[in-house]
């Protein structure tokens, strides 16, 4: 579909379509496992993009972008153009797309263990948009993992305050408790967590480890 788009694109000299035939190439190849090929794709649809000026194209092609480096083992040429794309939605007030685009660079900063700049990724999301819980859930996450747990418990007070019943919420705040090594409270969350959302597996882990002792002290007992 996207080649025969491509060649009548091509053809009439139609350069928006041209990039998006390029793009729409680049994502199949993705779908199909095949990322050099994708980088391919993808770049002739940004360098379109950037000719024409086009800012928010060329944020949404380096989503792609990203996504297809990943694949071939490039992650700093991902992590590239990942800030590149959250630069651009910046540029053009997109503050929601940027910010996803942050979650997925902290994401993938966590992935290759380098901690501390994901957490300074997570923390610059909550500074550009600071009434969205969902972001200060994920940094608490971030913080709750490198044991910065006061701080954790700070973004999810604040997390709570914005949107009390988010499953999330109950979730994050029983994975404090664990790192706190408070069971009752792990406990308590972790079924609060599945109140919220029946049949969680992480809930269900968590509760696991809060009741383990319990019943390792009633198997004793007996």
Not at 20 to 39: C, D, I
Not at 89 to 102: H, Q
Request: one cysteine or more; glycine letters at 6%.
């Amino acid at each position: 579909m996207y080649e025969s788009a491509l060649n009548l694109y091509l053809q009439v000299g139609a350069r928006q379509g041209t990039a998006n035939a390029y793009l729409g190439l680049g994502r199949t190849a993705l779908a199909e496992g095949s990322g050099a090929e994708a980088v391919q794709w993808t770049q002739r649809a940004i360098d379109i993009h950037a000719s024409n000026q086009s800012r928010y194209d060329v944020a949404l092609d380096c989503q792609t972008l990203a996504e297809a480096y990943k694949v071939i083992d490039r992650p700093e040429d991902a992590i590239e153009a990942l800030r590149r794309s959250i630069l651009l939605y910046a540029e053009i007030d997109l503050i929601d797309w940027a910010n996803s685009v942050r979650t997925s660079l902290g994401n993938l900063l966590e992935e290759l263990g380098r901690v501390e700049e994901s957490l300074n990724v997570y923390g610059e999301a909550v500074s550009a948009q600071p009434e969205a819980a969902w972001l200060r859930r994920n940094y608490a996450e971030g913080l709750t993992k490198s044991q910065r747990l006061a701080e954790a418990a700070e973004q999810l007070d604040r997390a709570e305050e914005l949107q009390p019943d988010a499953p999330y919420l109950a979730l994050r705040r029983a994975e404090l408790a664990q790192a706190q090594g408070d069971r009752t409270q792990a406990a308590a969350w972790a079924s609060e967590a599945l109140r919220r959302q029946p049949d969680w597996d992480e809930a269900q882990a968590l509760l696991a480890w809060a009741t383990s002792l319990d019943d390792e002290a009633a198997a004793h007992d007996g």
